[in-house]
């Protein structure tokens, strides 16, 4: 697929909110030896659950970052800024009260 879709800082947000509870949740198997449920984060078009998600590394020339999720081949785009932005919204998530 050559289309690339330009995602959100509140999708951004969204992807490492995702992440970070995969994350507990495989720390949390391997104390329990418990069977893992959670999966990687579903595409942002068409919600497929992908096996992996392939981040390009960002550059020095503000270019944007490339998230290319292989079981659909869905690409989005995201630049410095909008991940910044993202961060920051998963980080006051992260910190406000549940």
Same mark, same amino acid.
């Given at each position: 697929?050559?289309?690339?879709?330009? &995602? /959100?800082?509140?999708?951004?947000?969204? +992807?490492?909110?995702?992440?970070?509870?995969?994350?507990?949740? =495989?720390? !949390?198997?391997?104390?329990n030896?418990?069977? &893992? /449920?959670?999966?990687l984060?579903?595409? +942002?078009?068409?919600?497929?659950?992908?096996?992996?998600?392939? =981040?390009? !590394?960002?550059?020095?020339?503000?270019?944007?970052?490339?998230l290319?999720?292989?079981?659909?081949?869905?690409?989005?785009?995201?630049?410095?800024?909008?991940?910044?932005?993202?961060?920051?919204?998963?980080?006051?998530?992260?910190?406000?009260?549940?």
């Amino acid at each position: 697929m050559s289309q690339h879709t330009t &995602l /959100t800082a509140e999708q951004i947000a969204d +992807f490492h909110d995702e992440l970070e509870e995969q994350q507990d949740d =495989i720390l !949390a198997a391997g104390q329990n030896r418990r069977k &893992l /449920t959670r999966t990687l984060p579903r595409c +942002f078009t068409c919600a497929s659950t992908p096996i992996e998600i392939v =981040i390009s !590394a960002p550059d020095a020339d503000g270019e944007p970052v490339k998230l290319v999720f292989d079981r659909c081949g869905h690409t989005f785009l995201a630049t410095p800024d909008v991940m910044a932005a993202g961060l920051r919204i998963h980080n006051t998530r992260r910190q406000s009260p549940q």
